[in-house]
Structure formats: C-alpha cells, structure tokens
C-alpha cells in the first residue's frame, strides 16, 4: 500500500556532502514522524534524525551541526542533507516512516524503506 524509496547514496570524498531522498508513494493521508537510520556493517543500525510532521528535528550528537533533515509533505519526501562527511558515516542508509493510510485514519502504520549507500572514502 505504501511504498518507501530511499535516493542520494554514493561514494564521497571526505569533507564531502550528499543529499539523501526519501520518497513515499501509494494510499497515504498522511505521514508522521520520519526517521533516518544507518547501519554500517558490523553494527547495529543507528538512529541517525528525525523529524515530525510539524517539523520538529533530532539528530544523534554525532551528526549534530552537520546533518539536517528536512521535509516537503507536498511531495510527501523527506531529505537528509549531509555536509562534512567522514568515514564513520559510511553505512546503509535507511528512511522508517509512520504513515495513516487513506480509509484507515485510526491506524497508523511504520514502513521501511531498502536503504542507499553512502561510502565516504579518499
């Protein structure tokens, strides 16, 4: 019913930036909160930001000042930018989002999306 497509992952410099996407499509009404998490490999995967349907952001202290999480709900797409990427952000990226689905607006719903790369590396 829903589907999540994560975008943006690709090899980066260090000192680097990439724009990460995720993009919700299918029977939505509306969508809640959204978070970004990433696993490297390894380790367990790690919740990275989020942000509510109002807006409202939190980020891991080791991202702080670097990453930003931003949303267009006309496009229901959620953003992850990332400046001053270094190698301990290398890992999969992934978008989970909380969902009310058309004809269902007592439930809401978490749907995960398959991930993007991001490698950061000289």
């Known amino acids: 019913q829903v589907q999540l497509v994560e975008s943006g992952g690709d090899l980066v410099q260090p000192g680097g930036s990439l724009r990460l996407s995720c993009a919700a499509s299918g029977s939505i009404f509306s969508i809640k909160t959204v978070a970004w998490y990433r696993q490297a490999p390894g380790k367990q995967r790690e919740l990275v930001a989020t942000?509510?349907?109002?807006?409202?952001?939190n980020y891991v202290d080791s991202v702080k000042g670097r990453f930003t999480v931003s949303r267009d709900n006309a496009k229901n797409t959620v953003y992850l930018q990332m400046n001053s990427l270094n190698a301990e952000d290398t890992a999969v990226y992934l978008c989970n989002a909380e969902v009310v689905i058309t004809g269902f607006p007592e439930y809401t719903y978490s749907y995960w999306g398959q991930g993007t790369q991001v490698t950061v590396s000289s």
């Open positions: 942000i509510t349907s109002s807006g409202s952001t």
